[in-house]
């Protein structure tokens, strides 16, 4: 358990509203991880953080923004949600019980109709 | 262009055999590698890892080997059990981690 909760857990939403994913952590850990998981693609590394206020792009950010206001939270928006975007959400934290090893949340079920 | 690979997408094995899942990536400056298992409606969990001065960790049951000049590692599970059917995903990287597709590794008890 690398204290990682994502809030929500699952959520419908329609196409064209706007959806913010929630990841708290609770350990301090500085990087901070936004992957989607879609059959056949694996994990794709939407965003991430690497401290308060700075973050980066991943290889899949188009359609995503992020913030990252505090150390405990990393937050996901979808500005515009669109069916593409129906996908299973894992946040992840760098470090803990392994140096230099990302672990990863429970994942937020997100469906866009 | 994906920096990850995993090229096969599923593995059977008898129990108390040998596995053997296999990963390749492209970039030479990636400093970490990683196994991860995944069930269903879960997220993954992490195995073990490999940093990229050396060429084999074991842990347990598990060892990882990784191959600099070929740019290729592999995840061996020895014995196999049934409780080690899931979805394995390879990462590389170093601040920024790139995911393999994933193998289905089933054992057949």
């Known amino acids: 358990d690398a204290g990682i909760t994502q809030s929500p857990r699952h959520k419908v939403t329609e196409t064209g509203t706007p959806v913010t994913l929630r990841c708290h952590q609770t350990e301090n850990h500085r990087y901070m991880y936004w992957y989607r998981q879609d059959p056949g693609h694996g994990l794709r590394l939407i965003h991430y953080?690497?401290?308060?206020?700075?973050?980066d792009k991943g290889e899949v950010s188009d359609g995503y923004s992020v913030s990252r206001s505090k150390t405990e939270d990393f937050l996901l928006t979808l500005e515009s949600a669109t069916s593409s975007q129906t996908s299973v959400y894992f946040c992840a934290i760098k470090g803990g019980r392994a140096e230099n090893t990302i672990y990863f949340g429970e994942g937020s079920w997100l469906t866009v109709v | 262009d994906q920096q990850v690979k995993q090229n096969s997408p599923s593995l059977s094995v008898q129990e108390g055999r040998i596995s053997i899942l296999n990963c390749d990536y492209t970039?030479?400056?990636?400093?970490?590698f990683l196994w991860y298992k995944k069930y269903p409606a879960e997220g993954p969990t992490f195995l073990i890892s490999i940093s990229s001065i050396k060429d084999k960790n074991e842990d347990g049951r598990f060892t990882v080997f990784l191959n600099k000049s070929a740019k290729h590692l592999s995840l061996h599970i020895v014995p196999s059990q049934p409780g080690d059917s899931a979805v394995y995903f390879c990462?590389?990287?170093?601040?920024?981690?790139?995911f393999g597709t994933g193998t289905s590794l089933t054992v057949i008890p």
């Open positions: 953080s690497y401290g308060v206020k700075d973050t």
């Open positions: 970039n030479s400056m990636f400093d970490y």
């Open positions: 990462a590389a990287g170093s601040n920024q981690f790139y």
